[in-house]
């Protein structure tokens, strides 16, 4: 696969090395090329140049791309250029670091993105996770959409625990795609069991998060005074 990385900063770099060991063409597109960045980076193509610039994308061969990575740290640059691999170069798939949250909701098709990154709601999206039993953690918004991945811990208390999968009512929206038990993955089937410290994985829209977090979550002690 051919894929364009804007951006030959530390998080570009550490795309380019992990993409081609995987054995993918890889071309880089920065302002500063030096002799130390293509020693780091060998089997990448490099060029020179500011990639809001339409002649600088051609060159770097962007129609023939099938993936653009906008990889900067400027939201503004990975938008136009997120936007101008899609309006003007029919890119197929793009690719862009959200690098201030605030900017976030810019990151969708309307300016030419399909899979937004944001490092800062990664990182406390894994720090949530980490702490968090009970609780529904998100993890990323699928672009485009009302669609996000969450995941939440089962608590020891939780109605769900011994339950199987198949035998719980899940809001209409919530799709339980994963579970991860003693840091192993399985595919959730409709007989397994869940037991209490799974993380289960769901794809799920906005507006059922709540009540998927209520389902799970143990029973209020005015809700056990009334059993």
């Known amino acids: 696969m051919r894929i364009l990385i804007v951006g030959a900063g530390s998080v570009g770099r550490s795309i380019a090395r992990e993409l081609l060991e995987k054995q993918h063409r890889i071309t880089l597109i920065d302002r500063k090329v030096t002799p130390e960045r293509r020693q780091v980076l060998p089997g990448a193509e490099w060029v020179r140049g500011d990639a809001g610039e339409l002649e600088t994308l051609r060159e770097a061969a962007i129609d023939e791309a099938d993936v653009l990575v906008a990889a900067t740290g400027d939201d503004k640059v990975n938008l136009v250029v997120s936007l101008l691999a899609k309006t003007e170069f029919l890119v197929p798939r793009t690719v862009a670091r959200v690098s201030h949250p605030d900017n976030e909701w810019m990151f969708g ?4 993105v399909d899979v937004a ?7 406390t999206a894994l720090v ?22 969450v995941e939440i811990t089962l608590p020891d208390a939780s109605p769900a625990v011994g339950r199987t999968v198949g035998s719980m009512r899940w809001p209409g929206g919530c799709v339980p795609v994963g579970i991860i038990r003693d840091g192993r993955p399985l595919a959730p089937t409709p007989h397994d069991a869940l037991e209490s410290g799974d993380e289960l994985l769901f794809m799920a ?11 799970l979550a143990p029973p209020s002690p005015a809700d056990g005074s009334d059993g």
């Open 128 to 149: 949530e996770e980490a702490v968090s039993v009970g609780r529904v953690v998100r993890l990323f918004q699928f672009a485009g959409s009302d669609t996000q991945m």
């Open 117 to 123: 990154v944001s490092t800062p709601r990664m990182i």
């Open 109 to 112: 098709p309307m300016w030419g």
């Open 205 to 215: 829209v906005q507006a059922e998060v709540a009540s998927l977090e209520k389902l």
